[in-house]
């Protein structure tokens, strides 16, 4: 039970970041390279894109 909730977080998470992806300012190449690295590697992808992506 517990590891449904911990994956519900990260899909939670990960869509947030998507969102915030697409809605930024960044060139339309960056935006797809982000959204892949998380969609690929959810949780590797959203850390290092809470640490390096957003201003």
Not at 25 to 52: C, D, M, R, Y
């Amino acid at each position: 039970m517990e590891y449904g909730i911990i994956g519900l977080l990260i899909l939670i998470a990960n869509i947030y970041a998507i969102i915030k992806i697409i809605g930024s300012g960044a060139s339309t190449g960056a935006k797809v390279l982000w959204i892949v690295l998380i969609l690929v590697l959810p949780i590797v992808g959203l850390i290092i894109w809470f640490l390096a992506g957003p201003k």
